[in-house]
């Protein structure tokens, strides 16, 4: 299966919308789903099937995915969403990203 | 509450064998679909098997196919991962994950991991 692309980094200051790109041919046809991964923590899962939040996740969190981009956004960014971050497809097997490490500046 | 504890990593040799487990508890274990995910110290992370509900039904990544078996035990809720000749780069941290209900491939609940070490 191709890879997903991400960027490996993205800087944005506190209370902005942090923007993470997850990018593939034709990856609109697919179900894209995002996880946050913190140092010493275990991935939470953010975002499933595009743009659903599992409960419990900030409505800050939303996805979005058309074309051959996937877009994670972060509205209103705090200071503890600096993470990486991970969009992930199923295609035959279950493909990650590389990951995007997320700073609050 | 789910709750996935898993065990079993440790220092082998690059050849060697590891047998990783998962016990599964707050929820109806048998009606899920459960995987292993990987992560190499510096690195992203990386799928490595999904095993179906029934137990019948698994997936592997390629360059763990023919070298791992994923297995389950329904009555006591337990996840197994065989891992036979090893190699360094399979050094990692191991998560044990559960698939949502309506898609084996989204992971919503993840343990805490085990390390495994392949190291001479």
């Known amino acids: 299966s191709d890879a997903l692309t991400q960027p490996p980094s993205v800087s944005v200051s506190p209370g902005q919308t942090a923007s993470i790109t997850c990018s593939r041919d034709q990856l609109g046809r697919k179900f894209v789903c995002w996880y946050q991964k913190k140092p010493g923590q275990s991935p939470v899962l953010l975002i499933y099937?595009?743009?659903k939040r599992p409960s419990g996740i900030p409505e800050r969190f939303s996805g979005s995915n058309s074309g051959n981009i996937a877009t994670l956004t972060i509205s209103g960014t705090q200071a503890v969403d600096e993470a990486d971050y991970y969009c992930?497809?199923?295609?035959?097997?279950?493909?990650f990203g590389g990951g995007t490490k997320l700073t609050v500046l | 509450e789910v709750q996935l504890f898993e065990s079993g990593g440790g220092l082998v040799q690059p050849g060697g064998s590891l047998r990783l487990s998962c016990a599964a508890s707050g929820f109806a274990f048998s009606n899920y679909a459960m995987s292993w995910v990987r992560q190499a110290p510096g690195r992203g992370l990386e799928w490595v098997s999904t095993l179906i509900g029934s137990g019948h039904i698994s997936y592997f990544a390629d360059s763990m196919e023919g070298r791992f078996t994923i297995s389950r035990d329904n009555s006591n809720n337990a996840l197994y991962l065989q891992m036979n000749s090893l190699r360094v780069e399979d050094t990692a941290l191991y998560y044990c994950?559960?698939?949502?209900?309506?898609?084996?491939?989204?992971?919503?609940?993840w343990g805490q991991g085990t390390l495994v070490t392949v190291s001479s």
């Open positions: 099937q595009n743009n």
């Open positions: 994950t559960r698939g949502t209900a309506g898609d084996f491939s989204t992971f919503d609940y």
């Open positions: 992930q497809i199923w295609e035959s097997s279950v493909v």
